[in-house]
């Protein structure tokens, strides 16, 4: 197997994809094992939480949507982050971990959409509405999609890179646009309720599950986005190395 | 099942079903991958940063 054992002396030398790989095959057992735990608690927790005094039982589906919905805007900002690292610094792992987050995020953004259309039919009557929350979340999803095509689209590297880099950028407007749309606008969507001036407003008995299931979700989110990219740095270690093989195959036939 | 409980068990099953989906995915191009490199290295390619030692990918 390609080689993964440089040693890791500092941060920067975490550029290096090889110093990269060695480190995510250590990190991710160990990472993965911390959010199977959390999840596990978070959801133990999310079970016996008493019933909301409006919402009754459907509210124990705040405990994954509401984790799924941050996690959309967060990993978008991590690409956008990583689109800065690819445009301003030429990072070479910058466009990896772009194009690695963009599926996972894509998954987060539909079952964001799926739990609170769900949550919604019972708490307001419909499945659906094309209000300023709910409409620019989907446009999120669809940006998703958008750049995972992208970065599938064109063969050479570089240029896929640049190229999703300024579209995640220029798409990056939508995430305050999704924060403040319940502000902003008349929506049926509720407004911000834990991260907000003045402090959460729901009760400490369902924050607290709320908050551990969110952090047993990004801890899995770190791991599944390490996972990606060590796929990724491994696909395009491949290529070169097929290219290598089709570039000797011809110097014999010649 | 009261209604409101079918709709929580289809939100979690839902969830369930996608993240089953993405981790899995994720393994198999894992595998994928790992194979194909490893059947590459045995037939002697090797890349130019791996025959100097592995300074860079």
């Known amino acids: ?254 | 099942m009261s209604p409101h409980l079918l709709y929580v068990t289809a939100a979690y099953g839902l969830s369930l079903a996608g993240l089953v989906a993405l981790v899995g995915w994720i393994l198999l191009d894992h595998r994928t991958l790992k194979r194909s490199l490893a059947a590459l290295e045995a037939r002697g390619v090797r890349r130019r940063a791996d025959a100097r030692h592995g300074s860079d990918a």
């Open chain 1, 1 to 254: 197997m390609s080689q993964t054992s440089v040693p890791i002396r500092s941060v920067a030398d975490l550029a290096n994809p090889t110093r990269f790989l060695a480190l995510a095959d250590r990190a991710i057992p160990i990472v993965a094992g911390m959010a199977a735990v959390v999840l596990a608690i978070g959801l133990s927790m999310s079970f016996r939480a008493p019933e909301d005094f409006q919402q009754g039982i459907t509210v124990r589906i705040m405990y994954i949507h509401v984790p799924f919905a941050w996690l959309a805007m967060l990993c978008y900002t991590l690409m956008a982050l990583s689109a800065l690292g690819t445009l301003v610094w030429r990072h070479p792992l910058a466009d990896v971990a772009l194009k690695a987050a963009a599926p996972i995020g894509a998954v987060f953004t539909g079952l964001a959409l799926i739990t609170g259309s769900i949550w919604g039919k019972p708490m307001w009557g419909t499945w659906w509405v094309w209000d300023a929350r709910l409409t620019s979340v989907f446009v999120l999803f669809l940006m998703y999609l958008g750049i995972i095509a992208l970065t599938r689209a064109l063969d050479d590297p570089g240029r896929a890179a640049r190229a999703a880099a300024v579209i995640t950028l220029v798409g990056f407007i939508n995430i305050p646009i999704i924060k403040f749309s319940v502000d902003w606008w008349n929506t049926l969507h509720q407004p911000a309720s834990v991260f907000r001036l003045g402090g959460p407003t729901i009760h400490p008995s369902l924050l607290w599950p709320l908050l551990v299931m969110a952090l047993g979700f990004t801890v899995l989110f770190v791991a599944l986005h390490l996972m990606a990219m060590r796929n990724e740095i491994w696909r395009r270690r491949l290529t070169a190395m097929q290219r290598l093989q089709a570039r000797r195959a011809e110097s014999r036939a010649d």
